[in-house]
């Protein structure tokens, strides 16, 4: 493992690193490093662990990344990266992690990432995406996927219809972060139905409206419950079982009276963000 985690490193990534040939990780987070990230990487196919995060890496993902098969994490979150997520990388089938949160990334998130069996944590929020998570007809590997995930986030894109709704009955599911994208849908009235983990609901500035679905009230393991900035109206769902609630927010909907009575709860919610 080449480690150099946060050493005030400048400048760009030699081609040089393309002999370093048995490593099997490269840490470089937490530095001032630029430039695209070169093309040798395809030397390191014993590369298991690559982590750019943090840094103003610019370019394209490299395509021929799809060479380094031995790949778990992948993490470029936090730079200045453009252009589409490569086709070539549905080759990386062992991957686990898959960070690219905070780029300048467009395009749709692809159908093959439903062959990705292992995939616990792919974070794609603060990108330019687009589109929709194709459905069951288009990528039917691709519910198997959802299926598996312990967290979702793909917020501050401009991603339309997001997910299937089946998808909001995924058992192990504990993170779902979609804010900020043009949603323009309901929510599914089942959507806590069958989820016992989770502990982030962050659904604010998406265009959701109607009401909160009730189901919600069964999530007994929530802990941040982000509803604001929506169309939403109606009354609110009993929270009375959300003993875990730590933070709850409704600012900028139309739900209720205003009274603290109308979250159906013996707390007492000073912190509560309603308007």
């Given at each position: 493992?080449?480690?150099?985690?946060?050493q005030?490193?400048?400048?760009?990534?030699?081609?040089?690193?393309?002999?370093?040939?048995?490593?099997?990780?490269?840490?470089?987070?937490?530095?001032?490093?630029?430039?695209?990230?070169?093309?040798?990487?395809?030397?390191?196919?014993s590369?298991?662990?690559?982590?750019?995060?943090?840094?103003s890496?610019c370019?394209?993902?490299?395509?021929?990344?799809s060479?380094?098969?031995?790949?778990?994490?992948?993490?470029?979150?936090?730079?200045?990266?453009?252009?589409?997520i490569?086709?070539?990388?549905?080759s990386?089938?062992?991957?686990?992690?898959?960070w690219?949160?905070g780029?300048?990334l467009?395009?749709?998130?692809?159908?093959?990432?439903?062959?990705?069996?292992?995939?616990?944590?792919?974070?794609?929020?603060?990108?330019?995406?687009?589109?929709?998570?194709?459905?069951?007809?288009?990528?039917p590997t691709?519910?198997?996927?959802?299926i598996?995930?312990?967290?979702?986030?793909?917020?501050?894109?401009?991603?339309?219809?997001?997910?299937?709704?089946s998808?909001?009955?995924?058992?192990?599911?504990?993170?779902?972060a979609?804010?900020?994208?043009?949603?323009?849908?309901?929510?599914?009235?089942?959507?806590?139905?069958?989820l016992?983990?989770?502990?982030?609901?962050?659904?604010?500035?998406?265009?959701?409206?109607?009401?909160?679905?009730v189901?919600?009230?069964?999530?007994?393991?929530?802990?941040?419950?982000?509803l604001?900035?929506?169309?939403?109206?109606?009354?609110?769902?009993?929270?009375?079982?959300?003993?875990?609630?730590?933070?709850l927010?409704?600012?900028?909907?139309?739900?209720?009276?205003?009274?603290?009575?109308?979250?159906?709860?013996?707390?007492?919610?000073?912190?509560?963000k309603?308007?």
């Amino acid at each position: 493992m080449l480690n150099l985690k946060a050493q005030k490193l400048v400048g760009s990534i030699p081609a040089s690193v393309g002999n370093l040939t048995y490593i099997t990780g490269i840490n470089l987070i937490d530095n001032n490093l630029h430039g695209e990230i070169p093309p040798e990487m395809d030397r390191r196919q014993s590369l298991q662990y690559l982590n750019f995060s943090h840094n103003s890496f610019c370019g394209k993902i490299p395509n021929n990344l799809s060479q380094c098969t031995q790949l778990r994490l992948l993490n470029l979150e936090s730079n200045r990266i453009k252009g589409s997520i490569p086709n070539q990388l549905s080759s990386l089938l062992g991957l686990k992690h898959l960070w690219l949160y905070g780029n300048n990334l467009t395009g749709t998130i692809p159908p093959w990432m439903g062959n990705f069996s292992l995939l616990s944590s792919p974070f794609l929020g603060e990108n330019n995406f687009q589109g929709s998570i194709p459905n069951e007809e288009r990528a039917p590997t691709l519910e198997l996927l959802l299926i598996r995930l312990e967290e979702f986030a793909a917020k501050a894109n401009n991603l339309s219809s997001l997910v299937p709704s089946s998808v909001y009955n995924i058992s192990s599911i504990k993170v779902l972060a979609v804010t900020q994208n043009q949603l323009n849908r309901e929510l599914p009235p089942n959507v806590s139905k069958i989820l016992p983990n989770l502990a982030v609901f962050h659904y604010a500035a998406s265009n959701f409206t109607r009401n909160i679905p009730v189901s919600l009230s069964n999530a007994s393991s929530l802990q941040l419950f982000d509803l604001g900035t929506n169309g939403l109206t109606g009354t609110l769902p009993n929270l009375g079982s959300l003993q875990s609630l730590l933070w709850l927010n409704f600012e900028g909907n139309s739900l209720g009276s205003g009274k603290k009575s109308d979250l159906n709860s013996p707390w007492d919610y000073s912190w509560v963000k309603r308007k």
